[in-house]
């Protein structure tokens, strides 16, 4: 029989507000698995400039639920400031998950922490971790410092690419595990740091959903108005955000 572990899983997605990203679906259905496996799970999300975080057990998601988000979404609040006050406030952010953390283990003691980012909530977890003296797991969904080249702007970026690069590396460095999504981005950070040793668990597809179909390239072309039928289309699935690198599409 598996031992039965308090797993807090963090994500600086606004999970319990809106079901947008992957990495927030993702987190809620890591939650809602190791909760149908007899764990309890505490999941932790950003909300607007606070933290917030909801407990899961197997008694409360239904069979009918396994494949739902368990968030009800609702309108949100979004401000966007320059990036230099956004990075102070996640890092305000990171102090408010530890603190988070520790009091939630002072009433149910937390066994393991798995981070979804190399950032602040990865942040946060690692340095919970040396605190609490408990492993701490970090998902790397892609290579965050890389991807805020294009996002950061101003006269002020090196110096903050290069604050964002230190913490990526700090939270590798200090996990106890890390997991990415493809070799490249293993190499990538097994490069940086020598003797880390970083799983790939590439991201599961359901390929029958994909698998072609005649009469649905027919149907969607008609509905696009794409008369033509040697027209190359090019669809694209995912946030009109610059980490897509839609430019580059």
């Keep these: 029989m598996t031992k039965k572990l308090h797993i807090c899983l963090l994500t600086s997605a606004r999970i319990f507000e809106t079901a947008e990203g992957g990495e927030g679906r993702y987190t809620i259905s890591l939650g809602n698995w190791l909760a149908r496996q007899d ?9 607007f400039a606070s933290v917030k975080a909801k407990r899961l057990s197997k008694s409360a998601i239904k069979d009918e639920d396994k ?44 066994t393991l922490i798995h981070a979804q980012d190399t950032g ?38 090196k110096v903050l690419l290069k604050i964002e690069y230190s913490i990526d590396i700090f939270t590798i460095k200090n996990a106890s595990s890390v997991i990415v999504v493809n070799p490249s981005i293993k190499n990538y950070f097994e490069q940086i740091i020598s003797k880390k040793i970083v799983d790939f668990i590439p991201i599961p597809i359901k390929l029958k959903n994909f698998e072609f179909s005649e009469v649905n390239r ?21 946030r009109l955000s610059s980490e897509k690198n839609l430019f580059t599409l």
């Design 39 to 47: 764990h309890d799970v505490t999941l932790m999300g950003s909300g």
């Design 67 to 110: 494949e739902k988000i368990i968030i009800k979404q609702k309108k949100i609040k979004a401000i966007f400031p320059p990036y230099s006050i956004y990075a102070l406030s996640r890092l305000v952010m990171s102090l408010l998950w530890i603190l988070k953390i520790l009091l939630l283990n002072m009433k149910y003691p937390i």
């Design 120 to 157: 602040y909530s990865g942040l946060s977890a690692v340095i919970s971790g040396k605190i609490l003296g408990i492993p701490v797991i970090i998902s790397s969904h892609g290579i965050r410092h890389k991807t805020l080249e294009s996002i950061i702007q101003g006269r002020l970026k």
């Design 218 to 238: 027919d149907l969607i072309r008609k509905e696009l108005r794409i008369e033509d039928k040697k027209t190359t289309v090019i669809g694209f699935v995912g």
